[in-house]
């Protein structure tokens, strides 16, 4: 008995159990010295009290034994009391009955009871489909065949041409021998291809064997080398991802002679007449290969009558609008997506093929909506709270991991769904076994509900005995969505399918190794697992093949595998190393390389921690609460970034990663990155920089500085340009920021993470920083230089200008020659700048001026207070500080110091004219009096309003991300 524990109290255990022998002999325990000790019962000290007394007639003879349950209210409830007692009586009679019967083989439960558990709660019986899925979709064709059946980017199709396009691969696939009883191994991009590709090795007899390209080719190799398919089919562009030197013939279907050789094949269905063997229900359809625990995957082989079940259940579950159309985001190595494809596409609806389920953000709620969406709650979780997700779901479908009411609660909130679903199963049972569902708000934990069409669920002991409602035990399933087993793992297939005692002989049942419990009212609870195997981000994942695999790396002694969830809804790997004696450094990098080179990225744990020794508990097993928490920080001594692309791609990191800042040579993955978080990141890269990048680019150049490489220079300009690209979006809502004294316009590369997402930013520069170009003379030249910039990307207004400081001045400038050509200046914002004509420092300025103004822009604290200050000592600074412009400066110092005296000689030259307009300005706030107000020097010279805003830093951090952020409020 393990009742949830009260939280107003700590006792050291939490039931009592007591024999008073008062009219007899003393208890006789053997060892133990027994005497008698009276305990009031007043209230119920503990969650639960038994107190046995022995009985005694007239004459002292013993007349039986008589007891109390004493029991917290804060936890149970009479009716529950009485049950346990009710099934304690009913043990001790049959103990008394039958004293050589084994305790496991005691009915705790009543009859009535177990005709509720195993009849009424697993009441599921319906019409079997006894089809095969070619059969379902030609039938379908038939009824349907001009409505669209898949949307992809690369075309679109009906169910007419669909079935067309299969069958004439289906044909040729049989010309390569291809049948039932074998398998076709598909790695293939998601296009509608892929959609033909599936159908064709179905209707040719074979199942289908997903491989993703970008798995490590040892493990690639493996996979080819276990299923021995008989096919590999391909594109050119995944094919050249494959390893070479495996005996498996490939077809590449984009090939000249592939796609002249289909289209001589017949467009007509295949019959048992055309295959090579008759096509039967219990053909395998697909295998999908799951984490062992063993060290290597195992292959799960489905066949064609449990899909046809689980589309039965879907169709009368669902219902026909909800599996109308249906976002197939799932790839095709994770089962749900049997359910994306197939739902939908055998009972008259249609998919949209989408890279995965990060592409919500590209879809607009259109009138393709309402749509059904499905997929891991951590994943929707993450993804519906991103702004830019427009899509609205009608049915929204959770599963591959258990499910919190926040979770359920934001995600049907943010997708406007009508209906959500929790569905839980493992691929042994295709895809889903229990289903619960609701219209309702979300209050409280979702249950995992009740089984599906012939499907029965048993709660057991580790005697294979029913338990009671609220008892929690392992979680078996049987029926007609059982899969055949492990292909070719004959032991691990008699571990796991075992026969079932409560179905018809010759039955097996799937033991899930997850724990469960009934509620009172039938609905399945998940409460855990009773092994070491863990759900990341929906792949189900044995830590014992990840610790074999690292077990293998040289120097090693110990390893240990561990999911943690240190954040709420972000679970992680994280592996605990011990090296052997002598191997004092051992190289966690080399042993990440390792795991990388052997696993699919979701399996490389996110940390890897090296200790002394692991800890253990009192009986020698692995303490897993006293391992400590990995520590994810960028390296102190690394490199900051060398440009604004840089800049802006090490602040998309740190943003993504949820650290305070990363360095350009930092690993991704080595600061806590995992799948989910790299295609955030490669959609913020899209959002801000206009780049699109492969989730494989990211895996293959982790760090700031190979991803520059890979993405080039393109799109943020060039170090120098005059007008640089922050974030070009195109259009006309841009804003441009007008460089500090320094010329510099590399400062502005945060609002590329900041600006709204149809927002473009440019920052204009100094000429002469790449020391070829004249300086100007005045602050009206400047300007009039940095107006036909703008106008060269935007040729009319409304314009929106924004200065820092020495920019400030100029970017009033020109507003006023914007003016004067009549155009429209919607925004001037003034970041903590001055007219200067009348305050500045007298010319000509010394070495150490300039130095410090530079240090004080550049934010950084160079020189030691005795010595005269000079570049080299802030270039020094910036090096130590791992500044941004810490290359720069040191490669330009002479025209840096060139340009900062040019700017200082014309700012103190330049008169300001008067703008007719409004000003936004943003003072600093540190160091400065509260009751005086400077930014009021500028009355004089605009004609509109002057709306002031106090920033909480000062002036040298007015463009730093958080000061940006807060203005960006204020202007966006």
């Not at 004439?168 to 598909?186: D, M, N, S, T, Y």
């Not at 197939?328 to 049997?338: E, G, H, P, R």
């Not at 692309?645 to 998309?652: M, V």
């Not at 570049?871 to 810490?886: H, Q, Y």
Request: charged share 20%.
């Amino acid at each position: 008995i393990n009742p949830q524990r009260s939280l107003a109290r700590h006792p050291l255990f939490q039931v009592i159990f007591g024999v008073d022998a008062t009219g007899g002999s003393a208890l006789n325990l053997p060892g133990l010295t027994v005497a008698q000790e009276s305990v009031p019962f007043e209230f119920s000290r503990f969650d639960l009290g038994f107190n046995f007394t022995e009985q005694y007639g007239i004459d002292s003879r013993p007349a039986g034994i008589g007891g109390l349950l004493h029991y917290s209210t804060d936890l149970f409830d009479q009716e529950s009391v009485e049950a346990l007692v009710t099934r304690m009586v009913r043990v001790m009679e049959a103990a008394v009955a039958d004293p050589d019967r084994p305790l496991g083989r005691i009915e705790i439960l009543s009859a009535r009871e177990q005709r509720q558990i195993l009849g009424e709660w697993n009441d599921t019986a319906a019409e079997p489909t006894d089809a095969t899925l070619p059969t379902l979709f030609q039938s379908q064709v038939a009824l349907t065949p001009e409505r669209p059946a898949v949307l992809a980017s690369d075309t679109d199709l009906s169910y007419g041409e669909l079935n067309e396009r299969a069958n004439r691969l289906a044909h040729h696939l049989i010309a390569h021998g291809v049948g039932p009883e074998q398998f076709v191994a598909l790695a293939l991009p998601r296009t509608a291809q892929t959609m033909v590709a599936l159908l064709a090795v179905l209707k040719a007899g074979a199942a289908y064997m997903p491989v993703d390209p970008t798995y490590p080719a040892d493990r690639i190799a493996y996979l080819l080398q276990d299923a021995d398919p008989a096919l590999v089919l391909t594109v050119e562009e995944t094919g050249r991802m494959l390893p070479d030197g495996s005996r498996i013939p490939r077809l590449v279907l984009d090939a000249p002679e592939v796609v002249a050789a289909l289209e001589s094949r017949p467009a007509t269905d295949p019959t048992d007449r055309d295959r090579i063997g008759v096509l039967q229900p219990l053909h395998p359809a697909y295998i999908i290969y799951t984490s062992g625990s063993t060290g290597r995957p195992k292959g799960v082989v489905v066949t064609h009558a449990n899909v046809a079940n689980l589309v039965a259940w879907a169709r009368d579950e669902f219902g026909e609008r909800p599996l109308a159309h249906v976002l197939f985001t799932t790839s095709l190595n994770f089962d749900v997506s049997v359910f994306e494809m197939f739902g939908p596409l055998l009972t008259g609806g249609r998919i949209e093929v989408l890279r995965d389920l990060l592409a919500l953000g590209d879809r607009n709620a259109d009138d393709r909506s309402p749509v059904l969406v499905s997929g891991v709650p951590s994943a929707l979780a993450r993804i519906v709270s991103r702004s830019d997700v427009r899509t609205t779901a009608d049915t929204v479908v959770f599963c591959g991991e258990a499910l919190t009411a926040q979770a359920a609660a934001e995600v049907k909130d943010e997708l406007r769904a009508s209906r959500v679903y929790n569905i839980y199963g493992p691929t042994e049972a295709t895809v889903y076994a229990t289903v619960w569902s609701t219209d309702a708000p979300i209050t409280g934990a979702p249950s995992i509900g009740r089984p599906l069409h012939n499907t029965q669920t048993y709660v057991l002991d580790g005697n294979l005995q029913p338990v009671p409602a609220g008892v929690a035990g392992e979680l078996y399933i049987a029926g007609a969505g059982l899969a055949r087993g492990y292909f070719d793992r004959p032991d691990l297939t008699a571990g796991r399918f075992v026969a079932d005692p409560f179905g018809p002989a010759g039955s097996r049942m799937y033991r899930t190794g997850d724990l469960a419990r009934w509620s009172g009212e039938g609905l399945l609870e998940f409460v855990g697992r009773v092994d070491d195997q863990v759900k990341i981000r929906g792949f189900r994942i044995e830590l014992g093949e990840i610790e074999a695999v690292l077990g293998r790396f040289p120097g090693l002694a110990q390893v240990a595998v561990v999911a943690r969830e240190d954040q709420p809804g972000d679970k992680r790997l994280v592996a605990y190393v011990v090296a052997e004696a002598g191997n004092d450094a051992l190289d966690t990098e080399a042993l990440r390389a390792h795991a990388a080179g052997l696993l699919p990225e979701y399996m490389v744990p996110s940390a890897f921690v090296a200790l002394d020794r692991l800890p253990l508990t009192a009986n020698g097993k692995l303490d897993r609460r006293a391992l400590p928490a990995p520590v994810y920080e960028a390296g102190a001594a690394g490199r900051g970034p060398r440009n604004p692309r840089e800049d802006i791609l090490c602040g998309l990191f740190a943003e993504i990663l949820g650290v305070p800042a990363v360095g350009i040579d930092d690993n991704f993955f080595e600061l806590g990155g995992h799948s989910l978080l790299a295609v955030q990141l490669i959609s913020r890269i899209r959002d801000v920089l206009g780049d699109e990048l492969a989730i494989r680019a990211l895996f293959a150049a982790p760090t700031v500085a190979t991803l520059t490489e890979q993405l080039g220079q393109s799109s943020v300009g060039e170090a120098f340009d005059v007008l640089l690209p922050i974030k070009d979006h195109g259009g006309s809502s841009a804003i441009f920021c007008v460089h500090p004294v320094s010329g510099i316009g590399w400062c502005y590369a945060p609002l590329a993470g900041i600006a709204s997402s149809e927002h473009s930013v440019y920052a204009l520069q100094a000429r002469g920083l790449d020391g070829k170009d004249a300086l100007p003379d005045s602050i009206q030249e400047m300007a009039a230089d940095y107006v036909r910039q703008i106008r060269a990307v935007q040729e009319s207004g409304p314009y929106h200008l924004m200065g820092w400081s020495f920019g400030g001045v100029v970017a009033h400038e020109m507003s006023v020659q914007l003016r004067a050509q009549g155009e429209q200046v919607e925004t001037l914002a003034l970041l903590d700048s001055y007219p200067a004509h009348e305050t500045a420092t007298p010319l000509p300025i010394t070495e150490e001026e300039v130095a410090a103004g530079l240090a004080e822009f550049f934010g950084v604290q160079a020189g030691n207070g005795e010595e005269p200050l000079t570049m080299t000592g802030v270039v020094a600074a910036l090096r130590r500080d791992r500044s941004l412009f810490a290359e720069l400066a040191e490669r330009h110092l002479a025209e840096i110091a060139a340009i900062y005296r040019n700017n200082h000689r014309i700012m103190t030259e330049h008169i300001p004219g008067k703008f007719d307009g409004d000003v936004k300005f943003y003072e600093a706030g540190h160091g400065r009096p509260t009751d005086v107000c400077a930014a009021t020097a500028w009355n004089g010279h605009i004609s509109g309003r002057l709306e002031v805003a106090r920033i909480a830093c000062s002036h040298a951090e007015m463009a730093r991300p958080d000061s940006l952020a807060e203005i960006w409020q204020g202007i966006r």
